[in-house]
């Protein structure tokens, strides 16, 4: 089976600052934008105008009128910095002129190209999920009023993405995290995913950089929800949407029918990376040798543990050319000095590789792992920001508050 390359993303998420040092004590020195770590993703759109995916199928998520049908304008506020770019969009820094709110204003780098439903559809998807403590916030949508552009307005998250937190503790030697902080993570993060999921809707692209750090350190929340999609549409559904590295196996097969349950695999790759700092299937290039990569650590299904797989394209063309096992290697990964029993029942239970006998975040949150959570301390930072304008990205640094 011939598999196509995707195209690499723009590293790091649109929503928070590339540059800002990770916490919880930022390092002197400023790094350059990006992440080493970063997956491919996908150039397919996300199921928007041509599928499930679609602006209708946002809508049905939110009855009311909403603030996504009344359009400020962007004269409303001022641009003071950049905050990053990604495949399919940039955000800025804003300051209300009248109120002195701060925000991040998103708009789409191709708005030619069927922009204003794309934006619209990824607001009516985040609009269903705001108002939760760890979801970033949608405000609105704002119009240029030169170029009828539209644009997403949200909160400004201050901190950094899980990702450059993590790596900052690489850096310092702090790894692996204690099971505490892991924990208090995840609980966070899959009371958002289920958030979303109650309404549902699937993100389709979390991973470290599109969870954000607060400017306190006590919460992360997930943001960009542009590939969001919504499961109030029927099958088949669009394949080829997230980051490569986190995709569940169901997506990399081209199942027609997933569900939200893609998301918690994805959360299964982000607890990992938690744990150690390594992102667990971070060498596939494309959906074959991702592939490979998972079900040579978690081992290769068969009839018994995945009945629909043995009808895939991938099982009759290419796994009789492999040399396959049956073994779970994921414990000698994550050996019990670094996550408790049941800790691990958490990780092994939201990177199943059946979606059917994978872990829902409701059951994830069920299981006794999260029967004491404690609060999360991150540390704190504050944002020294450049000023626009400038046509590259701009740097913006921190300083730990005292």
Same mark, same amino acid.
């Given at each position: ?32 934008? =990006? ?15 041509? /599928? ?61 190209? =069927? ?24 405000? /609105? ?65 979390? +991973? &470290? ?27 088949? #559904? ?7 590295? #986190? ?21 299964? %790759? ?29 081992? #290769? ?12 394209? *991938? ?20 050996? +019990? ?6 800790? *691990? ?7 199943? %590789? ?34 626009? &304008? ?9 300083? &730990?508050?005292?």
């Amino acid at each position: 089976m011939e598999i196509e390359r995707r195209r690499p993303a723009a590293a790091g998420s649109v929503f928070h600052d590339p540059d800002a040092p990770p916490l919880p004590r930022p390092s002197p020195a400023t790094e350059t934008a =990006g992440s080493a770590s970063s997956p491919p993703r996908c150039d397919a759109p996300a199921a928007g105008t041509r /599928g499930p995916g679609s602006a209708a199928a946002a809508g049905a998520a939110t009855r009311k009128r909403s603030r996504v049908e009344a359009f400020g304008s962007t004269e409303e506020y001022e641009e003071t910095c950049s905050l990053g770019e990604g495949g399919f969009g940039a955000v800025v820094k804003a300051r209300h002129r009248v109120t002195g709110e701060t925000v991040a204003i998103k708009r789409l780098t191709d708005p030619e190209d =069927g922009g204003s439903e794309e934006l619209l559809r990824e607001a009516r998807f985040h609009e269903a999920c705001s108002a939760h403590p760890f979801i970033v916030d949608f405000l /609105g949508v704002v119009r240029d009023p030169a170029t009828a552009e539209l644009r997403l307005v949200m909160e400004c998250v201050g901190g950094p993405s899980i990702d450059r937190f993590v790596r900052d503790q690489r850096r310092r030697g702090r790894l692996p995290l204690p099971e505490a902080t892991v924990r208090a993570v995840m609980w966070q993060v899959l009371k958002g995913a289920k958030k979303m999921h109650d309404q549902r809707i699937v993100h389709r692209d979390i +991973k &470290p950089e599109n969870i954000l750090v607060s400017d306190d350190g006590r919460a992360v929340k997930i943001c960009d929800f542009g590939l969001a999609m919504s499961l109030s549409e029927a099958p088949p #559904y669009e394949p080829d949407a997230g980051s490569l590295w #986190y995709m569940a196996p169901e997506l990399l097969l081209e199942k027609p029918d997933y569900d939200e349950r893609v998301d918690t695999w994805s959360l299964g %790759c982000v607890m990992a990376h938690l744990i150690n700092g390594n992102v667990l299937f971070g060498d596939g290039r494309n959906e074959e040798g991702q592939l490979r990569e998972i079900f040579d650590v978690l081992g #290769y299904p068969d009839e018994r543990t995945w009945p629909w797989f043995s009808s895939t394209p *991938f099982a009759i063309e290419v796994l009789p050319l492999l040399e396959v096992h049956h073994r779970n290697h994921l414990r000698k990964l994550f050996p +019990k000095a670094v996550l408790s029993q049941r800790g *691990f029942e958490v990780l092994n239970g939201l990177l199943t %590789c059946n979606p059917d006998k994978r872990l829902t975040a409701a059951a994830a949150l069920d299981h006794p792992w999260f029967a004491k959570v404690g609060a999360l301390e991150l540390g704190r930072t504050q944002e020294v920001s450049s000023a626009l &304008p400038k046509t590259e990205l701009l740097k913006v640094s921190t300083v &730990p508050f005292v």
